[in-house]
């Protein structure tokens, strides 16, 4: 069965705190697609990244990095230098085929930075 | 290019009624998926249609259907609300039918049932 776990349910930080968001999947495919969304209190799910089993390499985009480990089957989300306008629920999301095409999220991450 | 739109983004309905949300792929996407978020169970799938053939279905009663057009865009109906059928309904289109691809959702609709 294909599962995602966030087991940070809430995270409080200050600005210009660094936080690291923990994402662990469970899947039997050997291909599979890792994905992090943000859900601003709009409610739009904004993709972040994609990433597929194949590809180990960590990735960074200005604040963000992600850091994928199939070793642990983890995929964790750090960003850096945290601002206010980064406050958002944060999903990870797993897609493989025997899931078929729908994405299998974990219950989210709320995260709180304060000024 | 114009994201994916919903409509409408706020709807009340009482128990017993049915209601019909509408969804708007991103210009040149085919596969379009519903999901349902809620507090206790979180985001769930609901299904997916790619060409105007449902290709996907979650675990939800037959209450729940839907279609698509020859123009992509999507339609989701739920029969007999019930008071859990409140939530928020977002819909996620992509390029093709492929887990490969990127789904990117829309604002979604946040249906209260009273």
């Known amino acids: 069965a294909q599962k995602v776990t966030q087991a940070q349910t809430e995270i409080s930080v200050v600005e210009k705190e660094d936080v690291t968001l923990d994402c662990v999947y469970e899947t039997r495919d050997t291909t599979y697609y890792l994905f992090w969304y943000k859900q601003p209190p709009s409610g739009e799910l904004v993709f972040l990244i994609r990433?597929?089993?194949?590809?180990?390499q960590n990735e960074i985009s200005g604040r963000y990095s992600w850091n994928f480990q199939k070793s642990t089957s983890s995929f964790n989300f750090t960003i850096t230098a945290s601002q206010v306008v980064d406050s958002a629920v944060y999903f990870c999301?797993?897609?493989?085929?025997?899931?078929?095409?729908?994405?299998?999220f974990g219950k989210g991450t709320t995260l709180s930075v304060s000024s | 290019k114009a994201g994916v739109t919903q409509t409408p983004r706020y709807l009340i309905k009482t128990r017993g009624q049915q209601v019909t949300l509408s969804c708007s792929p991103i210009s040149g996407h085919r596969s379009v998926s519903w999901y349902q978020q809620t507090p206790g169970q979180g985001l769930q799938f609901l299904f997916e249609?790619?060409?105007?053939?449902?290709?996907n279905k979650g675990n939800f009663p037959g209450r729940f259907s839907g279609r698509q057009f020859s123009n992509s865009r999507s339609e989701m109906n739920v029969s007999t609300l019930e008071l859990g059928d409140s939530a928020l309904y977002l819909c996620?289109?992509?390029?093709?039918?492929?887990?490969?691809?990127?789904?990117?959702f829309g604002p979604g609709t946040r249906l209260t049932v009273l």
């Open positions: 990433r597929n089993s194949f590809d180990e």
């Open positions: 249609y790619f060409s105007e053939t449902q290709r």
């Open positions: 999301a797993l897609t493989a085929n025997q899931a078929g095409t729908a994405l299998i």
């Open positions: 996620a289109s992509r390029a093709s039918g492929w887990s490969t691809d990127t789904q990117y």
